[in-house]
């Protein structure tokens, strides 16, 4: 079964900063990854995903992702955090086979000072 | 596209009595997963369907839980007989086979 880890359980960057959340996941072979964003109170939003093909992912709101097999690494990535950004976020891995789930890390959350 | 949506949003409960919550899952897709999230935790998965075939049941669906997909459209979560430890926001999700979920706003408990 798959299962991910998030370093970070907190995180505190000033607004413009460079940005690096963590996110380990242990699968036998190439998984479905995902990074998830949750603001208080709400569901889950997807920011991006890798399937296969390029090992770095573009997302939504300028987020981006890097898949790095050897290290067993999806890292979530931004140049530049906007106060907007403060939120949790969700590392996820899915089985490529039929019949699995989606395993969730969990969380960093993110603060960002003004 | 509507989207997922989640009902009630919100309940609040004694325990002992039985909830149910619904699903309505994007039109297209074929499964359906409900997740359960505790503060500060991620998202725990529960159960999904492929259609209306229930596939794989988590180890915390313990046997006052249970999920139906009748006609592989909408779902029901029910809980019955809650405890206080039921008490979490009730995730849905819907997906086009392996592809990505899609996830509802969610069904806050509180059980008292």
């Known amino acids: 079964a798959q299962s991910v880890t998030q370093p970070d359980i907190h995180i505190t960057v000033s607004e413009g900063a460079s940005l690096e959340l963590r996110c380990n996941y242990s699968?036998?072979?190439?998984?479905?990854l995902f990074w998830y964003v949750q603001s208080p109170g709400q569901g889950l939003q997807l920011l991006l995903k890798?399937?296969?093909?390029?090992?770095l992912v573009q997302g939504i709101k300028g987020f981006e992702a890097e898949f790095k097999r050897s290290q067993s690494s999806f890292n979530l990535r931004k140049p530049s955090v906007h106060w907007s950004d403060a939120a949790e976020y969700f590392c996820?891995?899915?089985?490529?086979?039929?019949?699995?789930?989606?395993?969730f890390g969990p969380g960093t959350r993110l603060s960002v000072l003004p | 596209d509507t989207g997922v949506s989640q009902n009630p949003r919100h309940k609040i409960t004694k325990r002992g009595q039985n909830v149910t919550f619904r699903c309505d899952p994007i039109?297209?897709?074929?499964?359906l997963y409900w997740y359960r999230q505790t503060l500060g935790q991620g998202p725990e998965f529960l159960t999904y369907?492929?259609?209306?075939?229930?596939?794989?049941k988590s180890r915390l669906l313990s046997d006052r839980f249970s999920a139906e997909r009748p006609k592989g459209s909408f779902s029901t979560l029910e809980i019955q007989r809650t405890e206080q430890g039921d008490s979490a926001m009730y995730l849905c999700?819907?997906?086009?086979?392996?592809?990505?979920?899609?996830f509802g706003e969610g069904s806050r408990l509180t059980v008292l």
């Open positions: 999700a819907s997906s086009y086979s392996t592809g990505e979920l899609f």
């Open positions: 699968y036998g072979a190439t998984p479905y």
């Open positions: 890798y399937f296969s093909g390029d090992t």
């Open positions: 996820a891995v899915g089985a490529r086979n039929y019949g699995q789930n989606f395993v």
């Open positions: 039109s297209e897709h074929n499964r």
């Open positions: 369907f492929q259609n209306e075939a229930q596939l794989e």
